[in-house]
């Protein structure tokens, strides 16, 4: 080292913070998810670890917009590599569907208004990217094995009813079947539905979860709508002709 340099000190580097990743393994071994903890609905299956977590890093730049929506573009882009915090075994359903069903062991009790705050928009702007991929996509969409052949309009019904008439029970805000498919009923909904949540973690809603979490809540949320946005830019046959 040339006189009168000295080597910085490891305290004055800004390192990027890693992506703090969970791995849930299905109890059978037959299927694996990796899932950024930080992240709500940035989340993939796979048949292995590894390509569970290469996948989770190939989704990166798709998850981008989304982060983008919430004002995090910048953070993400930060964002240092995958780093496993927890390896886990999960429920039956992950072995079965290929998607976490359940809450890693950071995901329990009461969040930090911060966290919760940050955790609320990624699940709106989650929202908002699959309302702006649903406005673009073709109607009919491409067949294939994945949802059974169902185009767009199908598509956009579970999503919305699942969350709605199922998710939200967790929470205690109970939807008439179909009622978020009603003329002007989703913005309210959502609105509703976010307020539960912030009461919940307020201690003013008290109801069992059993195996669920309320960060577990807004993450399969997240993950819920992003898996059928991105299913739906897959299958897209816009300017494919006919």
Sequence with gaps: MAKGL????????????AVRTVVERGPKGKRVVAFALDWPGWSRGAKTPELALETLEAYRDRYRPV??????????????PL?????RVGPGSTDFWGISFAPSSTEHGQMA???????????????AFFDGVAARVSPEMRKGPRGGGRDRDRIIRHTLRTESEDFAKRVGLVIPEGG?????????????YLAAIR????????????????????????FHTL????????????????
Excluded: C, N
């Design 83 to 87: 780093e496993v915090i927890e390896d």
């Design 180 to 192: 978020v498919l009603e003329p002007g009923a989703l913005a309210p909904y959502r609105q509703a």
């Design 227 to 242: 898996d059928h946005a991105w299913e739906m830019e897959d299958k897209d046959l816009t300017g494919e002709g006919g």
């Design 6 to 17: 000295t080597r910085p000190r490891t305290t004055d580097i800004m390192w990027p913070m």
């Design 113 to 127: 208004p911060v966290d919760l705050e940050r955790r609320l928009a990624l699940l709106e702007a989650a929202w």
């Design 199 to 222: 009461a919940f973690d307020a201690g003013e809603i008290t109801r069992p979860m059993y195996s669920w979490s309320l960060p577990f809540l807004i993450r399969h949320s997240a």
């Design 67 to 80: 982060a983008a929506l919430a004002g995090m573009g910048d953070e993400l882009d930060a964002a240092g």
